[in-house]
């Protein structure tokens, strides 16, 4: 995607650091960060600096290799992936990465290591990128037929959170095929759910859809499944945290009542993500772990103030408890559909299986 016109990715080295946009800062400013350490990539991760799934996976890789750059030996490399696996525990992509690097690593000598694993974390991120843009490819082809039953008007897409491409390397998983369909001419326009607490649609999303001139409407959370009733949503696309074998969907928390309205309403409901994104080990979405973060992000509000500076205000009585649980699960029976690398299927444990054969002789 692209910054002020220029080609701009996520993640990428730059003066032997691996150089990341940092997410606290949007929309307000554009800044980047340099991990040169171990310590900074599980800040960054941990902080938020960067998040998204398949960017948090990214990350946790180079952070892993940054380790490895001082300290090849296997007991480092295992005290460094215990380090960044206990910093987001919801994402999935985060344990596949590590395991990945890790599988990568184990049978060379410790002098090979740091230039494999800087290699392998490159490998990771440009595989992510060809995931997204493959979803993309697969996801407009829906949004391209939904748009043939609504010649008149713009196709309505409801989104929630930020499944963009801050969210991976580049391209995104929910919003490729929006960028996809934009670019190839689709008439669409865009719900953007704020995603309270850390309202990651009204900073993050409405970001990238105003810089590719999609166009685009911020609404409240949950203004949604009234829009359904209105008739005035076409489709609900969303990204995964984490999908399990049978196809439940763990996605930012508020996912679930987007379901529940879409499935009220007749509206088809997709999920977007990558393999990386699912995991095979466990079968119920009651299994995943839900990250708890800080109350104060419930608690407390940062905007821009009047004068151009950033305000944090409280929102809530001090004294008052506050609970927040970042992820909810979707059940696979109200999703339409995933939309993966390898093409949309049912949400079923028998349609992920269909794309990903291998898992099947892997039981």
């Keep these: ?36 350490s171990l310590a900074d990539a599980v800040r960054a991760i941990r902080t938020m600096v960067v998040r998204g799934a398949p960017l948090i996976g990214a990350t946790a890789a180079h952070g892993l290799a940054l380790a490895v750059r001082d300290d090849p030996s296997d007991r480092a490399i295992e005290d460094a992936a215990r380090a960044l696996l206990a910093t987001r525990p919801t994402a999935h992509n985060l344990a596949w990465a590590l395991d990945r690097m890790r599988a990568a690593l184990a049978n060379l000598a410790p002098a090979a290591r740091a230039d494999a694993a800087f290699r392998e974390a490159a490998a990771i991120g440009d595989d992510d990128v060809a995931r997204c843009r493959a979803i993309g490819e697969h996801g407009s082809a829906i949004l391209r037929r939904l748009a043939r039953e609504t010649p008149d008007r713009p196709l309505n897409v409801l989104t929630h959170c930020n499944a963009g491409w801050l969210a991976c390397v580049d391209f995104g998983t929910a919003l490729a095929p929006v960028y996809l369909a934009h670019d190839e ?19 993050l999303t409405a970001f990238e859809l105003a810089a590719h001139g999609i166009p685009h409407t911020v609404i409240a959370d949950n203004l949604g499944g009234h829009l359904m009733q209105r008739g005035q949503v076409d489709v609900v696309i969303v990204g995964s945290d984490r999908t399990t074998a049978a ?81 909810d699960v979707t059940p696979a029976r109200l999703v339409t559909g995933l939309i993966t690398e390898r093409g949309v299927c049912p949400a079923t444990s028998e349609g992920l299986l269909g794309l990903y054969p291998e898992r099947r002789r892997e039981r």
């Design 1 to 36: 995607m692209k910054i002020a016109g220029v080609p701009t990715r996520t993640l990428w080295l730059a003066d032997g650091a691996v150089r990341v946009i940092d997410q606290s800062r949007l929309p307000f400013e554009f800044r980047t960060v340099d991990l040169r």
């Design 185 to 203: 001419g689709l008439a669409l326009h865009v719900w953007v759910d704020e995603t309270r607490p850390r309202n990651q649609g009204a900073s």
């Design 247 to 327: 196809a439940d969907v763990c996605n930012k928390v508020g996912t679930y009542l987007k379901a529940l309205a879409a499935h009220d309403n007749g509206v088809p409901f997709y999920a977007a993500l990558p393999a990386s994104t699912i995991d095979w080990s466990i079968a119920r979405g009651e299994d995943i772990p839900i990250e708890e973060r800080p109350a104060r992000e419930l608690t407390h509000l940062t905007g821009l103030g009047d004068g151009g500076e950033l305000t944090t205000v409280r929102v809530v009585p001090a004294g008052s408890p506050a609970l927040n649980l970042a992820f």
